[in-house]
């Protein structure tokens, strides 16, 4: 019997080359989707959406194309299916590395001083609380693409298409409304979701 799409269960892709995916894993599973840790590429065949978590932009690069996973993640994006990069994870989607998102980011552009804050934003009429951490902003945008959120006047949330991208971490400050946005369109993209088991 076909359960409702509301009950089914979200298979999410978390790229475990390095960097801060556990706590992606986690929030997700406490969310009622079920993780899937994507460190080759044919872990990413099956999932309804990807998360690409914060850590050091420049190793997880070199872990993608020592996996050959670059090309695999752009096919995947290209599908249309559902993409959070966070922190770290925004930079591997900008122009200057996947090019799936048609920004360009600024690395550690807070400065060196101020290498963590917190800050209360505003995304899609939602409060969201956001822990930056040697976080980047979004020095150049492409006219697709739709600003969410800005610190100073500097793009921290963007939005193109199915790809959603963020300079902070809400998966480390408790903060699930992002998390829940993205799953609501992994949600109504999981044609192959798992049906709820209860
Ligand atoms: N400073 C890191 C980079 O530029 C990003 C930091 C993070 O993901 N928290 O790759």
Redesign the pocket.
Known sequence: MMRPLAEAVPVVGVLALQ??FEAHARMLRELGAEPVEVRVPRDLSGLDGLVM????????TLGTEREGLAEPLRAFVGEGKPVLG??????MLDRGHLGVLDVE?R??AFGRQIRSFEANLQIEGKPVRAV?????WVDVCGEDVEVLAAVDGHPVAVRQGNVLAVSF?PELAGETRLHELFLTSARSAGTRSRPSPS
């Open positions: 960097g801060d978590p914060g850590g050091e932009a420049p190793t997880m966070t922190c770290a994870g925004m930079i980011c690395r550690n930056f951490i040697r976080a980047p971490h």
